[in-house]
């Protein structure tokens, strides 16, 4: 999503927003709802917090605890 590069599912990571309009990190890939791909790269992650671009995909106010979680999971790799 923010390097708009091609890459194998399994070396990307998912960001779902459910029926309820939660979002959340999916880590087994299985989560229902509308789902969006990141690389697993931080410099990915800040240029899509910048151009807002997650919070274009799904039409919804992305908090900075989603951010921060996203964070988390590309820096603990």
């Not at 708009?4 to 599912?9: E, T």
């Not at 070396?11 to 880590?27: A, F, Y």
Request: hydrophobic share 30%; proline share 0%.
């Amino acid at each position: 999503m923010g390097c708009n590069s091609q890459k194998d599912k399994k070396d990307l990571i998912r960001i779902v927003k459910n029926k309820e309009n939660e979002i959340s990190i999916d880590k087994t890939g299985k989560k229902e709802g509308r789902g969006a791909y990141i690389c697993d790269d931080i410099q990915c992650l800040e240029r899509v917090i910048k151009s807002k671009r997650l919070e274009k995909v799904f039409d919804l106010k992305i908090s900075e605890e989603i951010y921060e979680s996203l964070r988390g999971v590309i820096l603990d790799k």
